[in-house]
């Protein structure tokens, strides 16, 4: 089978695609026949050495795929060939809180990658996807949907009146949209492009506000809000952006701190004091947060946004794609 690994040093032209022999399932695991793939901002930092540069090579990346079940390994019962499913991220954090130990089983990151014709997973760490969506929406599920719905469904509660600020056009913040607007929730979106934003309305947004013609966007969120904030913040930024969504927030805010996309540095803390927010950063999910988010998107028939569908050999063309970020939505690969 064709597989890509990372050799012999870190970025897009050290991605090789290679002959490996077909794995064959052990117990309590099942053996995926590949049908789609999508992209994170993770893989691109994983292979261009940003994300973790002591990471041991050679090594298959990409977290984010769906595949057939083709064959089981002793004792699974949860699964039966010709089911499509997709791997959770964190193949052992199946339900409950975070730890150390179901962090470290990320894919893509050291563990098993997805870039492969063919993958073992655990079987415990797969889920069926909804029906109605192609096999390359699908594959947009596990990081950045699960991510979206973790910071404002199963952790930030959010409801009908709420309103939401997300940043930016990328995968998680056109799904925090969509769950916003599922949830009867307004959304003020922002982006450096006119043409995104206008994009952004058509999909359900309020509000757009073009960052770069309103450097001070934090306080034209507050005039938007009579003066308020918003209720919730899905901050992809980091510390380059935290300060103006700081500002953005309603006293008892929340902000879900999701990204570093502007880079690291130093942010002031007595917002955070002095307007009572909760900060909480927001690592993907659960498979029990994956497959209630596959129940609502299944139920309003929602479909994820994907901005192109590269062939599966294609790899290092969609990850200089994903580097332009002129992407609107979610980056994809498909078999043919």
């Not at 099942?30 to 793939?37: D, E, G, Q, T």
């Not at 005039?223 to 927030?249: C, I, K, N, P």
Request: net charge neutral; glycine share 14%.
């Amino acid at each position: 089978m064709k597989v890509y690994e990372l050799q012999g040093g870190f970025g897009i032209d050290s991605l090789a695609l290679v002959e490996r022999p077909m794995p064959r399932p052990a117990a309590g695991q099942v053996l995926l026949k590949m049908r789609a793939w999508s992209l994170n901002y993770r893989d691109l930092m994983l292979v261009n050495g940003s994300y973790n540069p002591n990471l041991r090579l050679p090594m298959t990346p990409l977290s984010d795929g769906v595949g057939e079940v083709v064959d089981v390994g002793q004792g699974v019962s949860r699964l039966k060939p010709g089911e499509r499913v997709a791997g959770i991220f964190m193949p052992k954090w199946l339900d409950g809180e975070l730890t150390e130990e179901r962090a470290k089983s990320a894919l893509g990151g050291g563990d098993t990658g997805m870039a492969a014709e063919y993958v073992v997973l655990d079987a415990e760490g797969v889920v069926p996807v909804p029906d109605h969506l192609t096999d390359e929406e699908a594959a947009t599920l596990p990081c950045a949907a699960v991510t979206a719905w973790h910071a404002l469904v199963a952790s930030g509660r959010v409801k009908a009146g709420d309103t939401v600020l997300t940043l930016g056009t990328g995968g998680v913040s056109l799904f925090a949209l969509q769950f916003a607007k599922l949830s009867g929730a307004r959304v003020i979106a922002t982006s450096s492009s006119d043409e995104k934003l206008a994009r952004a309305l058509d999909l359900g947004a309020s509000e757009g506000i073009n960052y770069k013609n309103t450097a001070e966007w934090g306080q034209f969120v507050r005039e938007l809000t009579d003066g308020v904030g918003v209720d919730h913040v899905v901050e992809v930024g980091g510390a380059g952006t935290l300060g103006q969504s700081l500002r953005a927030v309603r006293m008892g805010g929340r902000i879900s701190l999701i990204g570093v996309l502007s880079g690291g540095g130093q942010v002031d803390p007595t917002p955070i004091l002095m307007k009572n927010v909760c900060v909480q950063g927001i690592f993907v999910g659960s498979r029990a947060m994956f497959e209630a988010m596959n129940g609502a998107i299944a139920q309003h028939r929602m479909r994820p946004v994907v901005d192109r569908v590269f062939r599966f050999g294609e790899l290092p063309d969609a990850l200089r794609h994903m580097e332009r970020g002129a992407h609107f939505g979610k980056i994809a690969l498909a078999v043919s």
